[in-house]
């Protein structure tokens, strides 16, 4: 283990925020990981996976551990599905490529999804219909400061909306080392009626679409509207979609008959924040280097030198938008650190 000092988290966040970390550390193996917790109070560290959730706003005054732990491994099968582990330092979308590239389904939705695989069920990542928790088996995980490994079940995550355990009770507590997907070899169940990924295979004239088809779709659909990382900073979604209360809905819909939604349950609804945002007339609008993208009013974006506390102030100022014009609280997707 190499200890860099004063090191540059521009290449480690997505978003691209130039800080520094007083002390950097990538990890590699299990053994590394537990001996350096064994040497390091818990409040000295900074745990970083792939930087693609979260917004940097200040230099950070602690250790920051880089997990890089890698492998990908079946560790059991039948003739309908498949359970692989995933190492924790596995890029989530090369993930998707592989299982899709193998005949595993379940995971062809979350395709382009940016991060890696040990931040994947902190979030419960989602899109197009399909969360993580859909093909999630258990998750092996490390107490940062008894360093007892523990596996947590699908339960014991209490998965919701961009939301588990480890973002609530567990919040700091654990290092997840590894993801344990539950996959199927054989007659798959394709989810393509949310978005325009039914649209998409029609384009292309795919009428019986199996699962790379879809993985296709999305990306093609994601390339459209949402800008590479490697090229604008950004960190995908920044609000989760609100869910609201029918009445509440329903009273809007009197103002907006053009209003989109899904329902989640008999009395809630789901808006999008990028049609709330949009309508809000702030769909590519920009200050300075800090700005919301121009194809995708949910991303928010860096076009260059922008600080986190610009890309916060932005923020914050959308949440007061949309609330004055729509009565509608935002809450951010991603992890703010300030």
Known sequence: ?????????????????????????????????????KKSYSSELFILGGGSNMLLTR???????????????VVAEDENEVI???????????????????????LENLSLIPGNVGTSPIQNIGAYGVELKDSFESCHA????TLEEKDFSREDCNFGYRNSVFKNELKGLYIITSVRFRLSKKNHQLHLDYGAIRNELEKSGINDPGIQDVSNAVITIRRSKLPDPKEIGNSGSFFKNPVIAKRQFEELQLEYPEIPSYQVSSDEIKI???????????KGYRHGDA????NQ??????????TGEEIL??????????????EVPLEAEVNIIN
């Open 142 to 145: 490390m107490n940062i400061q």
């Open 313 to 326: 102030n932005l923020a914050k100022m959308i949440q007061d938008k949309v609330y004055s014009k729509f």
């Open 272 to 282: 999008p924040a990028g049609w709330l945002i949009d309508q809000a007339g702030l």
């Open 291 to 294: 700005g919301v993208h121009k």
């Open 59 to 73: 230099d950070i005054h602690k250790t920051v551990v880089h997990i890089a732990l890698k492998g990908i491994k």
């Open 84 to 106: 692989l582990e995933v190492a924790a330092g596995e890029n989530w979308h090369e993930l998707v490529l592989y299982t899709i590239d193998q005949g595993f389904g379940g």
């Open 297 to 306: 009013a949910l991303v928010l974006v860096n076009y260059g030198e922008a």
């Open 1 to 37: 283990m190499q200890v860099i000092r004063n090191f540059s988290l521009k290449e480690y966040n997505s978003f691209g925020i130039d800080v520094r970390a007083d002390k950097f550390i990538s990890v590699s193996s299990l053994e590394d990981l537990r001996r350096l917790l």
